[in-house]
């Protein structure tokens, strides 16, 4: 079959206008993509490992078609500023910060240009977002719903030790989220027919001395707020909580894994794995302040029988039966 010269200007303008989207579908071979990566932690954990996977199904292998410039802050808010603002000076096309709303503020902060994904809880009354369809600036990201779980937290705390009366509340009063919290898990605590009572930590040091003043109080049960100190500190705070036999309940698995009674959060490597796609989009041109903050759609709640078992308790096989994974 012969085409005319009408036929052949038809089919090359439209693999003019098809090029530029058939080149979004995939990395550009030859061309290397500089990531910066921002963490309150202390170094690279499992977390890390699943960001890398989420790169790769995409196509981003580090050392091939992408660099990334990792930085850890050593769960230290001085050293986390100094880091953020000397990612912000090298010339990178995305800078990834992890950690929280501590993390995401110091990167909203120090970072004016480059776009930024973060990980945070409830980024708009935290001041990180304008909101959630379109964040504005160059910050975007997922929020983890810190705030909200918290009183799905206090509920399976109570279906996991039903005779609990009096649980204490570790929290950092500093944030510009507490009063949220603390309103929130009152109305639920009246609901539960539980008293709370609130134990505030500014420092570490106050650690061990709010566990001592827990059982002064005769709470008989704890529920830590997610915090980044606390998560820094939980081998600790676990240790403690199992030193004065006080069943806790946390938002994230690895408290549980430390010993801990148990968590309910979102699944955290699937958050991270999230986070690829967001570095995905914005390297083939979208613009940050257009990408609306996503939710977590998969929680895990994560018990820790031998836990419960020293601490004498028995935990109903309905909550059992409801758990992601029972740790024996």
Do not use: C
């Not at 078609?65 to 000397?86: G, H, P, Q, V, Y």
């Not at 096309?93 to 776009?115: E, F, H, R, W, Y």
């Not at 705390?157 to 507490?178: F, I």
């Amino acid at each position: 079959m012969r085409l005319g010269t009408v036929g052949l200007v038809a089919i090359l303008a439209v693999s003019i206008l098809a090029g530029p989207f058939a080149a979004e579908a995939e990395p550009q071979p030859g061309t290397t993509a500089r990531l910066g990566y921002l963490s309150f932690r202390s170094g690279p954990s499992y977390l890390e490992e699943a960001f890398r996977q989420g790169l790769r199904k995409l196509g981003y292998v580090d050392g091939q078609n992408l660099s990334i410039e990792f930085r850890w802050a050593d769960w230290k808010a001085d050293r986390a500023s100094a880091l953020a603002t000397e990612l912000g000076r090298l010339k990178l096309d995305v800078i990834v910060s992890t950690g929280g709303n501590v993390m995401a503020l110091i990167a909203k902060k120090a970072i004016k240009t480059t776009p930024v994904v973060f990980t945070a809880g409830d980024p708009v009354r935290a001041g990180i977002v304008s909101s959630l369809d379109r964040p504005g600036g160059n910050l975007t990201g997922i929020n983890l719903l810190v705030i909200e779980l918290n009183t799905k937290r206090l509920e399976l705390l109570k279906e996991a030790v039903p005779t609990v009366s009096r649980v204490a509340v570790m929290r950092d009063p500093t944030r510009p989220t507490n009063a949220v919290v603390s309103r929130d898990l009152e109305r639920a605590a009246a609901a539960l027919r539980v008293k709370l009572q609130m134990f505030d930590v500014r420092e570490r040091r106050e650690i061990d001395d709010t566990f001592v003043a827990m059982t002064k109080a005769r709470v008989g049960a704890v529920l830590v707020v997610s915090d980044a100190m606390f998560t820094a500190q939980h081998e600790r705070i676990v240790d403690l909580a199992a030193r004065h036999r006080l069943p806790g309940v946390f938002e994230w698995r690895e408290f549980v894994e430390a010993g801990g009674l148990m968590s309910y959060g979102p699944s955290i490597a699937d958050m991270y794995r999230l986070l690829a796609t967001y570095v995905d989009k914005i390297l083939k041109g979208a613009k940050p302040a257009d990408l609306p903050v996503e939710q977590p759609t998969k929680f895990e709640l994560v018990i820790n029988l031998k836990t419960a078992k020293a601490l004498g308790l028995n935990i109903p096989p309905s909550l059992l039966l409801r758990a992601d994974q029972v740790i024996e």
